[in-house]
């Protein structure tokens, strides 16, 4: 029986492990997409109710005159009008961990809130460094879905003996 949980206990842990490890494209703002927001808190709460890995994308759709440009801190703080901005869309992939910093340079749309600020984790250091059982590291080439359906498998094999 204690096998059984522990056993339990590790496929939680690797569906845990396999949902981190798994790239996510967030449509920045959900559904407002990248536009002036209802408050100047709207795209600092949308950012701070997740946690951003890298691999994660982040697609910035908007409709009419908005842009995108990529800031320093001390701009983002500052709303800096900057010259160079990017059009829609725009589906920013972060090239390492880090703070990104975005806002629209379109009239005075950043001191009311168009403005967001990405803070991107590493990808766990567990899913990351390959296993030391040989058994392990097998299962680390199989896909998501394949590990998950190996992983089914020992449960149910294990239940059969208990
Ligand atoms: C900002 O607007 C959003 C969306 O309308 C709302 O959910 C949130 O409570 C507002 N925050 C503040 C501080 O007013
Ligand atoms: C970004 O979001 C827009 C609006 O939902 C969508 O039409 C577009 O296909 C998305 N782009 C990518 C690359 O996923
Ligand atoms: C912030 O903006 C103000 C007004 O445009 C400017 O005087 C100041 O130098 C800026 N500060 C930074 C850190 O960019």
Do not use: H
Not at 1 to 21: D, E, F, P, Q, T
Not at 43 to 52: D, E, L, P, V
């Amino acid at each position: 029986m204690a096998s059984r949980m522990g056993l339990i206990g590790c496929l939680v842990v690797a569906v845990a492990l396999l949902k981190c490890a798994a790239a996510t494209e967030y449509q920045v703002g959900d559904s407002l997409g990248w536009a002036v927001p209802p408050n100047t808190s709207y795209y600092s709460t949308w950012a701070s109710t997740k946690t951003f890995y890298l691999g994660d994308k982040f697609n910035f759709s908007w409709t009419g005159t908005q842009n995108a440009a990529p800031v320093s801190k001390a701009d983002y703080e500052n709303c800096t009008q900057v010259s160079s901005y990017i059009g829609s869309p725009f589906l920013f992939t972060p090239p390492s961990a880090g703070s990104y910093y975005f806002i629209c340079v379109v009239d005075n749309n950043c001191e009311q809130g168009q403005k967001v600020a990405l803070t991107v984790l590493a990808p766990s250091s567990s899913v990351e460094e390959p296993a030391e059982s040989p058994e392990s590291s097998a299962s680390s080439q199989l896909t998501a879905g394949a590990l998950f359906a190996a992983l089914s498998t020992a449960v149910v094999s294990v239940l059969t003996f208990v």
